[in-house]
């Protein structure tokens, strides 16, 4: 095989263009999510409620996943991912107004929590319509043989907003405003004006081609033939499955604002770099393995990857120290970055381009959608078990189905992605 180009992706302008709106509305859509956290806690100093935000994202994102993966590939894509964003502009003017002076100090604080979580409910609902566009029109920019770089750099594109995006939110509040309250509803209107400028930027792109052949085929029959692939692919069945429960049981990350504020005393600023952490570790990876492919004995690395992120969450839990909860999170990213690069390799070479739509429906179903769970699942343990403890339990769980993965089912533990890159590598000469 060939030595992979680390830029190959870059040299399409269509895919800059594409990374460019990327950044601009995961950076968006993280400072929203963390801001409208650090609101919902200060509202009701219960962490109980940060979980519920999760759970109002979570339930149209899994009951609209499949359905809109069926649009997805009935559908152009550009076009589809504009509608997206523009309905995205209107939940964040949304939450810029119901954080307004105005209503704050009109309104009781049930009536705002309920805005709140309706605006999330309706964001949940396009969410799962944002992945499949995406995951679609990344393989219709750039050429097949080198769909691994491409993700390297759409993954490390989310890291990157992920990191700028939750830090500047931490810090954002303290400075645009002369109280949280005011940093927070200044803070939301950058999240509009960033998500009217990738709106903008989309129409960079030129429309793509409709490669699915079955247009017009019965919703059923192509949910059906969706959801058999995935499971009859077993490297895609089993990196969902094991990227899904360790995301479900780590959402540590979830519970940063209780630490932030009960359990470090660090404040807002120390908020923003707890939820940086990770995303700092994730990004750096991503970078690497742009110049370091890692394809070969991918499955072993993906569950090394996933034993080190259950390790790093358990040390989190267990801290008292600022600066060590802050190492553990970083490390934390690490070995999630690495796990979501070899996840995005493997649903990318293995999907064909006539279902890519309904597959990353599925992915958004198991992985996707885990990450709200797991804040709900998050917010209840420790309203249960106390914050600390629900941290660690869920990092033993993420090394438990680590290692039951790892006996379970030999075959991933053996997956090799090289054919596959050569077959792709032949079929691009």
Excluded at 181 to 208: D, E, P, R, T
Excluded at 301 to 307: E, G, I, S, Y
Excluded at 309 to 321: E, P, Q, R, Y
Aim: hydrophobic share 55%; glycine share 8%.
């Amino acid at each position: 095989m060939a030595k992979q180009d680390p830029y190959a992706a870059l040299r399409y302008r269509e895919f800059n263009i594409f990374i460019l709106v990327r950044f601009a509305l995961v950076f968006a859509w993280s400072m929203q999510f963390v801001i409208i956290e650090w609101q919902v806690y200060a509202l009701t100093k219960d962490p109980l409620y940060i979980g519920l935000i999760g759970l109002m994202e979570i339930i149209p994102a899994l009951g609209m996943a499949l359905f809109a993966g069926h649009i997805v590939d009935q559908k152009e894509k550009r076009n589809l991912l504009a509608v997206c964003i523009a309905l995205f502009s209107i939940i964040s003017f949304g939450m810029f107004w119901i954080t307004s002076p105005e209503i704050t100090e009109s309104w009781s604080v049930n009536q705002i929590l309920y805005c709140i979580y309706a605006l999330v409910f309706f964001g949940g609902l396009l969410r799962s319509f944002f992945g499949p566009s995406i995951f679609s029109i990344v393989a219709l920019i750039v050429p097949k043989k080198i769909y691994p770089n491409a993700a390297t750099w759409n993954s490390s594109t989310w890291q990157m907003a992920r990191v700028l995006g939750v830090t500047f939110a931490g810090f954002s509040i303290g400075w645009l405003g002369e109280n949280d309250q005011m940093g927070v509803h200044w803070s939301l209107c950058i999240v509009f004006v960033l998500v009217m400028f990738s709106l903008v930027m989309l129409f960079q792109i030129k429309k793509k081609p409709i490669l699915n052949p079955n247009i017009g085929e019965p919703v059923i029959q192509s949910l059906k033939e969706g959801v058999n692939f995935v499971f009859k692919t077993k490297a895609i069945l089993g990196a969902l499955t094991l990227d899904m429960i360790s995301v479900l049981f780590g959402g540590a990350i979830a519970l940063a604002a209780v630490f932030a504020t009960d359990i470090l005393n660090v404040g807002s600023e120390g908020f923003g770099i707890l939820v940086a952490a990770p995303n700092v570790g994730s990004f750096l990876t991503m970078l690497v393995t742009a110049y370091i492919p890692i394809v070969r004995k991918a499955g072993l690395k993906l569950l090394v990857a996933v034993f080190g992120f259950g390790l790093s969450i358990i040390a989190f839990g267990l801290s008292s120290v600022f600066w060590i909860s802050v190492i553990a999170l970083f490390f934390s990213g690490v070995f999630d970055g690495v796990s979501m690069v070899i996840r995005q390799t493997i649903l990318q070479l293995k999907t064909p381009d006539h279902m890519r739509g309904r597959v990353s429906s599925v992915n958004s179903m198991f992985v996707g959608s885990s990450n709200e769970l797991g804040a709900f699942e998050s917010g209840l343990t420790a309203k249960l078990m106390g914050t600390a403890t629900a941290v660690v339990f869920g990092g033993t769980m993420t090394l438990i189905t680590v290692i039951s993965t790892a006996f379970v089912s030999p075959t991933f533990r053996k997956l090799d992605l090289t054919e596959d890159m050569q077959a792709h590598d032949e079929e691009s000469k």
